[in-house]
C-alpha cells in the first residue's frame, strides 16, 4: 500500500499574520483595526497550542508597531467623560539596551473629583514640599512604574518606597475613595492605586484595556491626552507577575496651561 501524505506542514507563527499568497500582487497594508484583529487572532492560536512563549513575543512586537502605536486615536473615547480642568505631565525614561524617552500628557477632572485630582495636580508640580509621614518629597520625579502587567495596566507613583508598598498624598497618608463617577470602560484613563477602600495616597496606574471590575473600587480621575506611544512602550516591558522587564522612569513632571498646545505638550 501506497504510504499516507505527510501531514500538512503548521505555518510558522510569524505566518499566522500574513493574508497574500506566494506569487499573488502585495495586499494593501491592514487599517489599525484589522491588524488588531488579526493579532489576536493569531496570539489565540499560540495560546491554544499552549505555546505561550511566542504569545509574548507576539504581544510585544504588535504593541512596538506603529499599527498599535497609533491605534488609541481609534480606540479611545472621549466622549462622556468629565471636563478636563488641569493638564500634568510625566516625562519618562525607559532604561531599554537603547533607551528611549518620552512625555505623557494627563488631564484631569477637577470638577468630577477636586480632592484627587488635585493630589495627583501637586504631585506632578511637586510644589507641597516633603510628607508629613515619610518626610520625602511629595513630588513624582524620580519614581518609577514599578508594576506593568500587558495587556491590563501601568502602575506608579510610589514616591516613598519605589516598589509597591509605599505612597503618600499631600494632605497626609491615605485619603478617602471620593467618587466611582468615571467608569472604567475607556483606554488610557488614570485611576488611584489602593489597598482596600479610602487608601488613595500617590499611587497610580493606566489602564491599556477596558478595566470595568475595577468600577466601584477605584477613582479614575483623569485620561491620558497625548504620548499613548510611550504607555504603550512601557507597557510592552511587562510580564504577566508585574516585574519590568526594565526600568521605566519618571525623570521629570509637573503641570502645564490648559490652553497648551500638542506642540508645547512635547
Sequence with gaps: APPPPP??????????LRTSKPNSPPLPPPSREEAFVRFFRAA??????????????ALTRFLRSPARRAAPRSFVLFREL?????????????????????????????????????????LCACD????????KPLCYAGSSFHRIIPNFMIQGGDITEDNGVGGESIYGGYFEDETFEVKHNKLYLVSM???GPNTNGSQFFINTVKTSWL?????????????????????????????PLADAIVESSGELPLESSSEDEE
Excluded: W
Design 82 to 122: 468629565p471636563e478636563v480642568t488641569h493638564k500634568v505631565y510625566l516625562d519618562v525614561l525607559i532604561d531599554e539596551e537603547e533607551p528611549i524617552r518620552g512625555r505623557i500628557v494627563i488631564g484631569l477632572f477637577g470638577n468630577a473629583a477636586p480632592k484627587t485630582a488635585e493630589n495627583f495636580r501637586s
Design 44 to 57: 489565540l492560536r499560540c495560546a491554544q497550542q499552549r505555546r505561550l512563549t511566542t504569545v509574548r513575543f
Design 7 to 16: 501531514p500538512p506542514r503548521r505555518r510558522r507563527d510569524a505566518e499566522l
Design 128 to 135: 507641597k514640599g516633603r510628607g508629613e509621614i515619610s518626610g
Design 193 to 195: 492605586a489602593n489597598k
Design 215 to 243: 468600577d466601584g473600587k477605584n477613582v479614575a480621575f483623569g485620561m491620558v491626552l497625548s504620548g499613548f506611544d510611550v504607555v504603550d512602550d512601557i507597557e510592552a516591558n511587562g510580564t504577566n507577575p508585574g516585574e
